[in-house]
């Protein structure tokens, strides 16, 4: 059975939705993180509010009243994703990708509770399950399928994307929403990556897409970013009987466990993923035009990604990271680059990587620092996560 995308939304710190998402992937013009200065007593971008906002809705303002803007973020891209594929009625799946999502959240309320021990809000009860967001885009947008969230670390959104495509390829559902859900992490999780030595530190007042440099010599770890994505899938069937335009064809998706609890990448794990993935939908190494890679700037996970595609695909793809230009969304990040993938076939471009003085490995076709016409008729997008989880989906022309 085919699976399609009818419809996408994107909300974050680099676009308010899918066309300026578009626009500033063309540009290469990153900027990667907000909810740090909404808690300092910033507003949440009017975006969300303005009046043709999949927001600008009085049961969409009950339901977020009080709640993380990240949430607020990842219901805006899943409404803009059902209104763009002109979405109508309860029968549709919504699989979330992610957990552990507002962690900056969860700090405040400890510390508050430190202070005053009575006085904790009972909302907080039903927001620090992983289930939050599934329950508020069911809510607002009024669906009542299957619905759940999935988690694989950093490869959620396109372990969120095997799920979704496996519920309509099984007849489980004709339609899934899937959400790569916006995190939001406090001090504490920020100082662990950054000792665990994946997180670069941009030198204090700098502008951290500086330090974002995927495949570059020079790289010296992921900068964290904040964005979120949704795409609505839908069996062709499905999208042909009510005249839905087909954006794409999610034409396979594979994870691949590689027996490792750690946080080395695992290069013939990952290139097991893309072959699986190649066979689920039928092509070759050789017909990938595109890669959008996983590509985080750690030097170990580059290298070892760069391995595994010489393997599994070769060296005829361009290899491209939008993790440099949104940073590194956890795990929204395959939603949010099937998204990008899926615009630059549409639109025939690659968009560039736009720090990138010294690759990695130079039989590699990397994509370069400005944008440039490219033809993209079937493309690999990888993600890949500490714990040995290698996820890779296959898009190509509808």
């Given at each position: 059975m085919r699976v399609i995308v009818t419809g996408m939304g994107f909300q974050g710190a680099v676009a308010p939705d899918v066309a300026l998402f578009g626009a500033a992937l063309r540009s290469g013009q990153g900027v990667f993180g907000w909810t740090r200065l909404a808690r300092s007593g910033r507003s949440f971008p009017a975006a969300l509010y303005r009046g043709d906002s999949a927001l600008d809705d009085e049961r969409a303002r009950q339901v977020l009243r009080g709640r993380p803007a990240a949430l607020q973020a990842s219901c805006a891209a899943a409404l803009e994703a059902l209104q763009s594929g002109r979405w109508s009625g309860r029968d549709c799946a919504i699989v979330v990708a992610g957990s552990n999502l507002h962690q900056a959240q969860f700090a405040d309320a400890y510390e508050r509770f430190m202070e005053r021990p009575a006085y904790v809000n009972p909302r907080y009860a039903a927001s620090f399950l992983d289930?939050?967001?599934?329950?508020?885009?069911?809510?607002?947008?009024?669906?009542?399928?299957?619905?759940?969230?999935?988690?694989?670390?950093?490869?959620?959104?396109?372990?969120?994307?095997?799920?979704?495509?496996?519920?309509?390829?099984?007849?489980?559902?004709?339609?899934?929403?899937?959400?790569?859900?916006?995190?939001?992490?406090?001090?504490?999780?920020?100082?662990?990556?950054?000792?665990?030595?994946?997180?670069?530190?941009?030198?204090?007042?700098?502008?951290?897409?500086?330090?974002?440099?995927?495949?570059?010599?020079?790289?010296?770890?992921?900068?964290?970013?904040?964005?979120?994505?949704?795409?609505?899938?839908?069996?062709?069937?499905?999208?042909?009987?009510?005249?839905?335009?087909?954006?794409?064809?999610?034409?396979?998706?594979?994870?691949?466990?590689d027996g490792n609890a750690g946080t080395e990448a695992n290069a013939d794990g990952e290139a097991a993923?893309?072959?699986?993935?190649?066979?689920?939908?039928?092509?070759?190494?050789?017909?990938?035009?595109?890669?959008?890679?996983?590509?985080?700037?750690?030097?170990?996970?580059?290298?070892?990604?760069?391995?595994?595609?010489?393997?599994?695909?070769?060296?005829?793809?361009?290899?491209?990271?939008?993790?440099?230009?949104?940073?590194?969304?956890?795990?929204?990040?395959?939603?949010?680059?099937?998204?990008?993938?899926?615009?630059?076939?549409?639109?025939?471009?690659?968009?560039?990587?736009?720090?990138?003085?010294?690759?990695?490995?130079?039989?590699?076709?990397?994509?370069?620092?400005?944008?440039?016409?490219?033809?993209?008729n079937a493309a690999l997008s990888n993600g890949f996560s500490i714990g040995g989880f290698n996820t890779c989906v296959a898009v190509s022309r509808a």
């Open positions: 289930s939050t967001v599934v329950a508020a885009v069911s809510e607002i947008a009024g669906l009542g399928g299957i619905g759940f969230t999935t988690g694989a670390g950093m490869a959620s959104g396109n372990a969120a994307l095997f799920q979704g495509w496996t519920l309509i390829r099984s007849g489980a559902a004709r339609a899934c929403l899937v959400v790569g859900a916006m995190s939001d992490f406090s001090e504490l999780e920020m100082l662990a990556f950054a000792n665990l030595g994946a997180l670069a530190a941009p030198p204090e007042g700098s502008d951290p897409a500086r330090a974002s440099i995927p495949f570059d010599s020079a790289s010296l770890g992921f900068v964290y970013g904040q964005a979120a994505a949704a795409v609505l899938l839908e069996s062709a069937d499905s999208a042909g009987a009510r005249g839905a335009q087909s954006l794409a064809r999610l034409a396979g998706a594979s994870i691949v466990l993923a893309m072959r699986a993935a190649l066979a689920a939908a039928g092509l070759e190494g050789s017909q990938i035009d595109y890669i959008n890679t996983h590509g985080t700037g750690t030097p170990t996970g580059d290298r070892a990604e760069c391995a595994a595609i010489t393997q599994a695909v070769g060296t005829g793809a361009v290899l491209n990271s939008t993790k440099a230009i949104t940073g590194h969304t956890i795990g929204a990040a395959g939603v949010v680059e099937l998204v990008a993938t899926v615009i630059q076939m549409r639109d025939n471009f690659v968009h560039p990587n736009p720090r990138l003085s010294e690759a990695i490995d130079p039989r590699l076709r990397f994509a370069g620092r400005e944008s440039a016409p490219l033809t993209i």
